[in-house]
């Protein structure tokens, strides 16, 4: 029997099978560390007299308590501050690489980790955040893990995990015009609900996802935790190592044919089972906007707000109830029909160098609508500086919006890039639970050209409408 490309990297990094329903201890090839998940683990080894294993195969970034704006001056929220400055003394203490503020290489853990290319197929990486399914959309392992497993893996460099299920998400056929990769992941979690991959890492596969560009591919793996996934992943192949080749930790010489070599060995085989399969014909998918307080619920966009007893589901039906209460929403509502306060371009799901091209060329020539307010926040420096070569960021400052340096911003509550209560955001992050962007801030996800549009018209917008 043929292997899928998760068994095949699990089987890889088995450092000690685990009894009859027992975990099997995994070898982690990296760990990444920020400053919100990470100091009760660096607590936990001093109070046992322990040092970081590997501290080469640990790299620490300050990205979610972050300013975006002046971010030399001492920070203010005196929480924060106090975060990020213990990261830093628990990286100078245990020896880990650190970019703090200020760092080229600065940004948001899961944008600066391909970046470097750090991030390879058939690695294992976890890091203190759900988002860390980021990275296997270059054929790596990679999930989110709690406080107390960053500081196992901190000591041991190893993973006590059970052996997740399979399941194969084959999408297939052109994608639309104005259709992204973001529309793509929304309309999936939408269809399969956000507990639908619980227990699974899925693989997403088909010529769709080969046609993707790496930027796209992340934008999906990273939202496989919002349908409830353990970890999303994509077989490495020709975009990849295009990708991989030029980035400044990517094998070199003889090291690097012998690992596109091991690469090209980690395809799923052709006979190898899936747990489940999943089907989606691309040609089918429109601009997509949630319109509730979870990924999941959400429609077309030139659908309309759903009228609760539209679900069967009891439970269903009382979560569209509190949702659209929470939204301030009235079914029946176009959803075009919806203004805005906010619109926010970035986060680790959006806030590469492809997402930021792709809302500028949107809002080329044209001007942010006068009662919305438009947040650019890069992903990572090195991101921004390449926005700024360019020039980029002028296109967004002529139009009326925000220019800012590399961090998490409005994504989470966590800095001062927040929502006011009762504020409406259009926003290319991850999540739209209630308060995510700021207590009583009302979140819609959408994709970069959607966040452009809407911008520029004041409203929930289709790209093709500017």
């Known amino acids: 029997m043929g292997r899928t490309l998760s068994q095949k990297v699990w089987d890889d990094h088995v450092v000690k099978p ?34 970081v294993r590997h501290p080469e195969l640990t790299l620490a970034t300050e990205d979610h308590n972050t300013p975006t704006a002046d971010i030399l001056a001492p920070i203010a929220d005196p929480v924060s501050r106090l975060q990020v400055d213990t990261l830093r003394r628990n990286a100078a203490e245990f020896g880990v690489p650190i970019h703090s503020l200020g760092d080229k290489d600065q940004g948001v853990v899961h944008i600066i980790g391909p970046q470097l290319g750090l991030t390879q197929p058939g690695m294992t990486i976890v890091c203190g955040d759900s988002h860390t399914s980021t990275h296997g959309a270059f054929g790596a392992l990679a999930f989110g893990i709690g406080t107390s497993e960053v500081e196992h893996v901190l000591a041991t460099q190893t993973l006590p995990q059970m052996k997740p299920k399979t399941m194969a998400v084959t999408v297939t056929g ?35 996802i080969e ?18 996934a353990r970890a999303g992943m994509i077989a490495p192949d020709r975009t990849t190592l295009e990708y991989l080749k030029s980035r400044p930790n990517a094998p070199q010489g003889e090291a690097w044919d012998q690992a596109v070599a ?6 799923s085989d052709p006979d190898a089972h899936f747990d489940k399969e999943v089907f989606i014909d691309a040609t089918e998918l429109t601009p997509f906007v949630t319109w509730g307080t979870n990924p999941g619920q959400g429609v077309g966009l030139g659908e309309t707000v759903p009228f609760p007893t539209s679900f069967a589901d009891p439970i269903d039906r009382a979560a569209a109830e509190r949702a659209l209460a929470y939204m301030d929403l009235t079914p029946g509502t176009k959803m075009r029909d919806i203004t805005v306060d ?11 160098i492809e ?13 942010v609508a006068d009662q919305v307010r438009m947040l650019v926040v890069p992903g990572s420096a090195r991101v921004r500086a390449q926005a700024m070569a360019e020039g980029l960021d002028e296109v967004f400052i002529r139009a009326g919006a925000e220019w800012r340096e590399a961090g998490c911003s409005m994504c989470l509550g966590m800095n001062p890039d927040t929502l006011a209560p009762g504020q409406r955001s259009a926003s290319t992050s991850n999540r739209n639970f209630e308060g995510r962007q700021g207590k009583g801030g009302r979140t819609h996800l959408v994709s970069p050209t959607v966040a452009a549009a809407t911008a520029v018209l004041g409203h929930l917008a289709d790209p093709r409408e500017v």
Not at 211 to 228: F, K, P
Not at 355 to 367: P, Q, V
Request: proline residues 3%.
């Open 355 to 367: 997402d930021l091209r792709a809302a500028a060329d949107i809002l080329r020539g044209k001007k």
């Open 174 to 208: 052109q994608l639309p015009q104005a259709v992204s990769a973001k529309d793509l992941i929304l309309t999936h979690i939408a269809r399969v609900g956000t507990g639908g991959g619980a227990g699974y890492v899925a693989e997403y596969r088909g010529d769709t």
């Open 18 to 51: 685990g009894e009859a329903g027992q975990p099997d201890l995994l070898y982690i090839d990296l760990q990444l560390c920020h400053e919100v998940t990470s100091p009760q683990a660096f607590d936990g080894l001093r109070l046992a007299g322990r040092q």
């Open 342 to 352: 906010v619109v926010f371009l970035g986060s680790c799901t959006n806030g590469r």
């Open 262 to 267: 091991y690469w090209a060995t980690l395809a």
């Open 211 to 228: 046609r993707l560009s790496m930027d796209a591919r992340m934008t999906i793996c990273n939202m496989s935790i919002e349908w409830g």
